[in-house]
């Protein structure tokens, strides 16, 4: 495969924008990007975005979105109906098939404008369970619940997960929510959805993130330090939450086996865990140890920008390395109802 | 073209249909993907990845449909894609597919694009109101005649050769088994006494609301070489967007799909594609985008496309056939729309057309979508041969 690297990485977060549409929080981000890259915007080979309709409540919320990289002349371009996570997957490929040398991804939304757990659950099947509601909270914690029955974890597991989570985020100025709490006053907070509390969930937040990518002499010319995706994998699993082994994520496996996870020690890992018993699961999957750390931003559980929650833990493991805190990094990035589709990806700085 | 080899192996699609109440969204999608599977002498297990694509989710009301649809797909296990680029997704969905085997990152891909369109009313999913926006509330004629009268004031057109299209491409379609209107009466005077919906587009000018998926199989050259059926090579595949609005964008015209169709034929080795290519499935909707687009492709100068339309040049007997499967004008399930025409141009090179193959000369064909506010466009030649290394 040809080497390909992260060569910037831009991200804003907000619990709520009251005022800036999804193109005005796309411009910032992706002009950082861009200009911390040193490639001029119009030497850039291919664009490609993730965003959700269902999050503005109106078709081509990306259509808009294309206003925001300038898009003239006209420009190489894609969209994912997915997290922008997928849209850097199929920016790699097309700068594999060498048809380009770089890459701008980008990803926005905004969750506050509807209620996100409900609109979730249009993403379940149409027939038989959509009509039955299931907000995207009410499912993960069936998920939690199996999960904490099967392997004897308990509810102050998860909050040693989310208060890990908000002392991470203080040093996030992202992160929408951070504290320096401690477990016994999280655990003293009523259960909201069995066995999960408020502050196993992801916070409700608006926002917008963008990377660029280069490949072999390019990355090396612009970045003292590139992070370079040595491998990148994605698996769906079936659909229905009663066909799986919720306590587990096979298709994380899957992923990281194909992707070499455990072929050397991992310094950090960003997990797209929107709830804390996810951490938990999906660090198991990954085969993750001590020696790791885990959401070092604070992770979903501290800022959820929907649709780039997982391009931001990609950028997020890119970040460490390129500023030399971290010389080998996994990124995971998840779609779909308790976890139903994930991505893994490994970085690796070189020296 | 840039990276290895690809080819489509198998092609299927569901007859097209106004509303079809015999399948779910997921019976949909795997029928033309059981077809395509079949034509290719695969099986689900043989499948690397599977790549789909559709329009807006609001003209099913399903978020995110790719993770129903996984399990339809055989996609359990393996990694699955879902592609949006507006009407141009189609075209789009099948070009990120065949990447992924140009890359050399798998070698047999299945790529799907659907609409269910009876399960919604498009012309509501596309006028949805938003905020600080001027509500439109007139779907994709009422955004698209504007332009079209434009084009009429511009190129002095005759104001029939929208209708000449309109009954071309129904007549084709009659030799289409899949095609959804098959209307054997129609003729110019039917279609000039349709009812009049955005000046200058009749009833029969516009493209019918379709139940549809189509699929395609594409493989590497060491597999497609080992299977006995024949082979859509792909000699180019290119994508380009423009933003919506700005001052002085062309539009009847748009610089994008020039673009698009210049690095397309530059990759296929086309240097005047009326006469290097065989036929072309390009994204019609509205008869008048036959004359739109023969210009914005380069078939002919700026301002004789309808010209060419009018000559007979594009019928099924004519020297440059345009839409020989009736078109998006007899089918229209909007999201697979797109990959239709790719899958009908390969079709053609792989002489599994039917009724509706046309004569083999040079053996390329070209596969054409557009979306948005006319500016998205996805494009790519195929051809019965390997492309000259």
Partial sequence: MRDVAVVSFAYQAVAKEPTRSEVEMIVPVVREAVAASGIDRTEIGFTCSGSLDYLQGGPFAFVSGLDAVGAWPPIRESHVEMDAAWALYEAWVALQTGEVDSALVYGFGKSSTGDLHEIMSLQTDPYYLAPLWPSMVDLAALQARAYLDATGRDEKDLAEVAARSQRNALANPAAVRRGDVDVDALLAAPVTHDPLRDHDIAPITDGAAAVVLAAGDLARSVCARPAWIRAIEHRIEPHSPGVRDLTRSESTRLAAQAAGVGDGPVDVAELHAQFSHEELLLAEALGLGGATAVNPSGGPLAANPVMSTGLVRIGEVARRITAGEATRGVAHASSGPCLQQNLVCVLEGQD | ?389
């Fill in chain 2, 1 to 389: 073209m840039a990276g290895k080899l690809v080819g489509v192996v198998g092609v299927g699609q569901t007859k097209h249909r106004a509303a079809n109440k015999e399948v779910s969204i997921a019976g949909l999608v795997r029928t033309a993907a059981k077809e395509a599977l079949d034509d290719a002498g695969m099986t689900w297990a043989d499948i690397d990845a599977v790549v789909i694509g559709k329009a807006p989710d609001m003209f099913e009301g399903v978020a995110m449909p790719e993770l129903y649809l996984a399990d339809a797909l055989g996609a359990a296990g393996k990694p699955m894609m879902r592609v949006h680029t507006a009407g141009s997704v189609g075209g789009s969905t099948s070009i990120v597919a065949a990447k992924l085997v140009a890359a050399g990152v798998h070698e047999r891909v299945l790529t799907v694009a659907f609409e269910k369109q009876s399960e919604s009313n498009a012309t509501w999913g596309l006028s949805v109101p938003m905020p600080f926006a001027p509500p439109l509330v007139a779907g994709a004629g009422g955004y698209f005649a504007p332009l079209i009268r434009a084009y009429i004031a511009r190129a002095k057109a005759p104001r029939h050769v929208g209708h000449l299209v309109a009954v071309k491409d129904r007549l084709a379609a009659l030799r289409n088994p899949k095609a959804h209107l098959h209307m054997p009466d129609i003729d110019l005077k039917t279609v000039e006494e349709s009812l009049l919906l955005w000046d200058p587009l009749r009833y029969l000018d516009t493209c019918p609301s379709s139940d549809g998926a189509m699929a395609m199989v594409l493989a590497s050259e060491r597999v497609a070489d080992e299977l006995p059926g024949p082979v859509a090579w792909v000699h180019g595949m290119a994508m380009r967007s423009e933003p919506t609005m700005f001052a002085r964008r062309d539009q009847v015209n748009p610089q994008a799909g020039r673009d698009c169709a210049k690095d397309v034929y530059a990759q296929a080795g086309i240097r005047d594609p009326r006469a290097d290519l065989d036929c072309a499935e390009v994204y019609v909707p509205f008869s008048w985008y036959e004359p739109m687009w023969l210009e914005n492709l380069g078939f002919c100068a700026e301002g004789d496309g309808w010209k060419l339309t009018e000559s007979g040049a594009t019928a099924p007997d004519g020297d440059i056939p345009w839409n020989p499967s009736g078109g998006v004008l007899s089918s229209n399930p909007i999201g697979a729309s797109g990959m239709v025409r790719f899958g009908e141009a390969a079709q053609q090179v792989r002489e599994r057309a039917g009724d509706y193959q046309v004569p083999l000369r040079t053996g390329k064909a070209l596969g054409h979508a557009y979306g948005g506010g006319s500016q998205f466009f996805s494009m790519w030649v195929v051809g019965r041969d390997k492309p000259a290394a």
